[in-house]
């Protein structure tokens, strides 16, 4: 089994559950729905077609739906398409009208407060450039152009030098939110985040409605960056995601960036997804590049949870193929044993200290003897989250009575999770969930295997117990 996961999104190319079913035996781990596109209707389907094959096939795929958050986009444009010519000026304003190379309109009311003579303003993916001249803080804002080109409708805006006063979730964005935990996602990939706050109030969200979502921080703009370690620490998983990233920095610092926020989320146990542009080119053409190929195969290196693909599973002409492909990279990487072990001692002694002891001591000595499996039992899933960030090559199998857990879990690196609900005593437990991998041919006669567990077993506490056998 491949250790690293991988993230499919779904639209128009995958929508279908026989399509479906096909990337999910390919290799697709979460199934990614973008609120950016869609109706409820159609994301309503992709949400039963998963949970129907997961059922069929007994698997445990997750859902991620990812929230679209304040994006700023340019209005309709004349003939769908104007000229932007370098040194001329063109009025940004906040009254809805047909834009043409002179005037656009932006969805953003608060626009002409916000900016500021002198800030650069990105379109279409940083393809254009203009700079303020200035602004009449009301409902225009002057610019000049700085690089030209076809400015088309609809088209994106970042503002890589501007404190946007947007909040981080629009109203658009808790529609949709409502429509997802009414639908029980696993996951909720929050856009645009700036700071911690905006992770504490779509936690509070959640909380309010008695749902169980896990919350994952999207880094796309340079404020994430100024708190990162407090968002690490408040979120449950990141998402490294380099289109925007790559706009509202200089793209030569992402590559960088996207290796410190690895490193981070390791230390702190926090699941990373590495997202944008890993296989583009398979939007069109039925294999990678070898760039192509090198980025996915150095987010493995690198330790990432998880690698995404967009455009090319929703939209693209191959979607299946790029599963396949994706999925025999990282299969071929991770034959290379030096991408396992980071461990990391844990350093605070808080009330989970002795269960991190056990977690980190457990992957320690399954380098130490050739262990072929780490087996647990989880009620909250505070142990799979510990066991995968210190990378073992000894698998990681979890075992729940929580089928939701199960699902959740899928996200993180190695962790693979089966449906369990006996807890009689911590010797059957063991026995039974060693003779289950046993007869799934995961485990076999002779192999060492660590169980770690909580003592007692009904209480259901924290984990406190380290076992080393062999399977006989």
Known sequence: MKRTKIVATLGPASTAIEVI???????????????????????????????????????????????????????????NGVELIVGNEIIITTKECIGTAQKVYITYPQFPKDVKAGENILIDDGKLLLKVIETN??????SVVVYGGILSSKKGVNLPNTKVSLPCLTEKDLNDLDFALEHNV?????????????????????????????????????????????????????????????????????PLVQKMLVKKCL????????????????????????????????????????????????????????????????????????????GHEPFLKNQTFVADSICYNACVMAKQADVK??????????????????????????????????TTLNLLWGVQGFYYDKYESTDQTISETLQILKEKGLVKEDDLVINIASMPMKERGRTNMLKLSQIK
């Open 21 to 79: 079913e096909e990337l999910i035996k390919a290799g697709v781990n979460v199934c990614r729905i973008n609120f950016s596109h869609g109706s409820y209707d159609n994301v309503l389907t992709q949400i039963n077609n998963v949970r129907a094959i997961n059922h069929k096939l007994r698997t445990h795929v997750a859902i991620l739906a990812d929230l679209q958050g304040p994006k700023l986009r340019i209005g309709v444009v004349e003939n």
């Open 137 to 142: 803080g009301v409902d225009e804002v002057k």
């Open 186 to 254: 696993e996951w909720i990939g929050l856009s645009f985040v700036r700071s911690v706050t905006d992770i504490v109030d779509l936690k509070a969200i959640i909380r309010k409605k008695n749902k169980t979502a896990r919350v994952i921080a999207k880094i796309e703009k340079p404020e994430a960056l100024e708190g990162i370690d407090n968002i690490i620490d408040m979120s449950d998983g990141i998402m490294v995601a380099r289109g925007d990233l790559g706009v509202e920095l200089p793209m030569e610092q992402v």
């Open 267 to 342: 230390i702190a146990s926090t699941p990373v997804i590495i997202a944008t542009q890993m296989m583009e080119s398979m939007i069109t053409n039925f294999a990678p590049t070898r760039a192509e190929v090198n980025d996915v195969a150095n987010a493995v290196l690198d330790g990432a949870d998880a690698v995404m693909l967009s455009g090319e599973t929703s939209v693209g002409k191959y979607p299946v193929k790029v599963i396949e492909a994706m999925s025999r990279i990282i299969t071929n990487v991770e034959s290379e044993e030096g991408i396992y072990y980071k």
């Open 373 to 406: 499996a780490i087996v647990t039992m989880t009620n909250s899933g505070y142990t799979a989250f510990k066991l995968a960030s210190q990378r073992p090559q000894a698998s990681i199998f979890i075992f729940t009575d929580n089928h939701s857990l199960l």
